[in-house]
């Protein structure tokens, strides 16, 4: 059943609702006597919304976010529409001659990696992420405010089917590489100033093997010390900055 409210906290979380859904904010508390120019002016700004603001002692913010940073404040709001399988044909029709970038993370289970690869994915100007519904963290408060605000910026896709997406962006142009440790292709040997989508692979195991056999092309990351592989929010950092060194980004 999907949620009827939503919890938000951290300054750069929160300042993103203000900025881009002020309407979607339902309430709002504050740390009392918190010394912070940036809480204060947040607490002014909500005061004009008409939404129930209260400000309470910092022990209760801990309580409600589990003992997180939540930087003095925190906010419910409500969810927005949420992007499914139905919406991917729109969002390729209004990208095609745009060069995209997408970004598919396969099995991203931990909220704080799945958090820093879509902040990761905002700053390099990918065009829509796309997670698997089952087999991935939700879009949760932690993710929010481990992206930092990106959330709102970029657009995310919870979709059912993984395998049929990408046979879809394959049918549209879109070129599929996908990244494994054991590939003998590296990253940056490959074309990407094209239409492209990168797979990445969750915690463990990595690509799903039903997803790894539909890419165009499967690409690793060189690896010279010793360890065998990078955290993903990581790797995904590398890969999507190769991408944009190849298109020429400055």
Known sequence: MARRTEQIFGLHAVNQILETSPDRILSVWIQEAINSESVKVIHQQVNTLGASVQV??????SRMTKN????GVIIEIKPAKKKTDDDLGGILELNKDNNPLYLILDSVQDP?????CIRTADAAGV???IIPKDRSASINETVRKVASGAVENVTILSVVN????????????IWVVGTAGGAEQSIYDMNMNVPTAIIMGGEG???RESILKECDYVASLPILG?????????????????????RGAK
């Open 205 to 207: 195991k990595g690509m």
């Open 127 to 129: 065009t829509a992420i």
């Open 226 to 246: 010793k360890i065998e592989s990078l955290n993903v929010s990581v790797a995904t950092g590398v890969v999507l900055y190769e991408v944009i060194r190849q």
């Open 112 to 116: 704080h990696n799945l958090g820093a």
């Open 56 to 61: 309470v002692p910092r022990a209760t913010l």
């Open 68 to 71: 997180q940073n939540h930087q």
């Open 162 to 173: 993984l395998v049929r997406v990408v046979k879809k962006m394959k049918e549209a142009g």
